[in-house]
């Protein structure tokens, strides 16, 4: 089991930029896949990026592709949302999930994923 923990939301200003992280506690980081949502008031949860277990590939959606870059560091169990250009449609809770022993490719469901962090709000002023 792992448990998950967001960090770097706030306030910005349209144009501006976040990192996002979450740290993943155990000891088999490496074993998973993993994944960045997000859900605005009023949607459904969204995807938003997602990293395989080696961090070789990573897949995003098209409202944030070219603006949005996930990462992940293995020796320190923490992946990595960097948000540049932000606009205010960005405006959201975005959420870390992870996916066990998911040694493919990276996974674009939320319902493929076993865990999630409590989410970090960010929003975005125009």
């Known amino acids: 089991q792992v448990q998950l923990l967001e960090s770097g939301g706030g306030l910005v200003q349209a144009g501006g930029s976040l990192r996002l992280s979450c740290a993943a506690s155990g000891r088999t980081f490496r074993s998973y896949a993993m994944g960045w949502f997000r859900q605005a008031p009023g949607k459904e949860r969204e995807f938003v990026a997602a990293?395989?277990?080696?961090?070789?590939?990573?897949l995003y959606a098209d409202s944030v592709k070219g603006r949005f870059t996930i990462s992940r560091d293995n020796a320190k169990n923490t992946v990595f949302l960097q948000m540049n250009s932000l606009k205010p449609e960005d405006t959201a809770v975005y959420y870390c999930?992870?996916?066990?022993?998911?040694?493919?490719?990276?996974?674009?469901?939320?319902?493929?994923?076993?865990?999630w962090g409590q989410g970090t709000q960010v929003t975005v002023s125009s």
């Open positions: 990293i395989s277990w080696s961090g070789g590939s990573t």
């Open positions: 999930a992870a996916r066990y022993r998911a040694y493919g490719g990276p996974i674009t469901a939320g319902l493929e994923y076993d865990y």
